[in-house]
């Protein structure tokens, strides 16, 4: 691909996530351009691309991951429809960044994967918080011995969401842990370096099947436990924290996720008491420089299609734990 060509973006749907997570990350990252979009409804696709100065409208999904005019297809739809698309993108010679959660289940996980392998083409899941330099921070102090030896790791993610949303709709394989609750449990494993086993889950459900809150413990290496917890009631306060305590300090984070709309990391050990903030551009933007510098071939994207398969697995795991199924396509 030539060096001053930009990568270009064409979205599947008019999802309300995508002008903050790729459109506006777009525009800091010269190397990438969002050329064109598609949604089931033509007048909803043409009213999402004039207000965010998306050139092209294409008449369907299929005509989006096929258009030859395209590099890179960004899939924000339902989590139901993660598989089914991002296969196709692949198949049809694009490289994807999906949303996370990656797939429904850890099934569909690992077709898409396999689908990514066969392609040569780059599956990303847009685990954006990842790519912030506040992660690094955070994983640094846990591994550099600042903490001691590891202990005890929390992550707690809590939304109210109306229950009139897609996320309480089972055959779009929605719930609380699919949504939020994905966010710490992957904290858990990136900032520890471990893939965390379940040991119970409790959940709170809505509509059949659905989880609006869940309570999750669970163990890693070296005796090391973690729990997590998330919720999307309508009474539920908007919380996103992330602890970890070793046997010489501890380590609080408000707001790992989005930490370019406000964060804070404190560091407690028997020196004092430190807090401090971690400069840095928006999550999306260095989400999507890291995707860009993967399609031109100059880095490997962290969060590709195989660590998606463990996240999943994860999750699956928690549903069972929790006495509910694992999402379904």
Request: aromatic share 6%; net charge neutral.
């Amino acid at each position: 691909m030539p060096e001053k060509k930009p990568i270009r973006f064409g979205i599947l749907g008019a999802a309300r996530i995508a002008p903050d997570a790729l459109i506006k990350a777009a525009q800091n990252v010269p190397k990438a351009e969002v050329v064109g979009v598609a949604a089931r409804d033509p007048k909803r696709a043409q009213e999402f691309a004039t207000a965010n100065g998306i050139p092209r409208v294409i008449a369907t999904y299929n005509d989006l991951v096929n258009d030859s005019d395209l590099d890179v297809i960004y899939n924000p739809l339902p989590n139901s429809l993660h598989c089914e698309w991002t296969i196709a993108a692949l198949r049809a010679g694009k490289h994807v960044l999906c949303e996370k959660p990656l797939a429904s289940n850890a099934a569909e996980a690992e077709r898409m994967a396999r689908a990514a392998d066969e392609t040569g083409k780059i599956l990303g899941e847009a685990f954006h918080y990842r790519y912030h330099p506040l992660a690094d921070r955070v994983r640094a102090l846990i591994s550099d011995g600042t903490l001691g030896r590891l202990v005890h790791l929390e992550g707690h993610f809590s939304v109210p969401i109306p229950e009139t949303n897609i996320r309480f709709d089972w055959s779009l394989a929605g719930g609380a842990t699919m949504d939020l609750g994905c966010y710490p449990l992957h904290m858990i494993r990136y900032f520890s370096g471990m893939t965390p086993r379940v040991v119970r889950a409790t959940a709170e459900t809505g509509p059949v099947n659905i989880d609006i809150a869940m309570n999750v413990d669970l163990e890693l290496d070296g005796g090391v436990t973690a729990r997590m917890t998330c919720a999307m009631k309508k009474d539920s306060v908007i919380n996103a924290t992330f602890m970890a305590r070793g046997d010489r300090g501890e380590l609080r984070v408000i707001n790992p996720i989005a930490p370019h709309r406000g964060h804070q990391l404190t560091v407690k050990t028997a020196a004092g008491e430190k807090s401090e903030t971690v400069a840095g551009d928006t999550t999306f933007t260095h989400q999507l420089r890291a995707f860009v510098k993967a399609v031109r071939g100059e880095a490997k994207f962290p969060t590709d299609g195989l660590e998606g398969i463990i996240n999943m697995r994860v999750i699956d795991d928690v549903y069972r734990a929790a006495g509910l199924p694992p999402r379904a396509a």
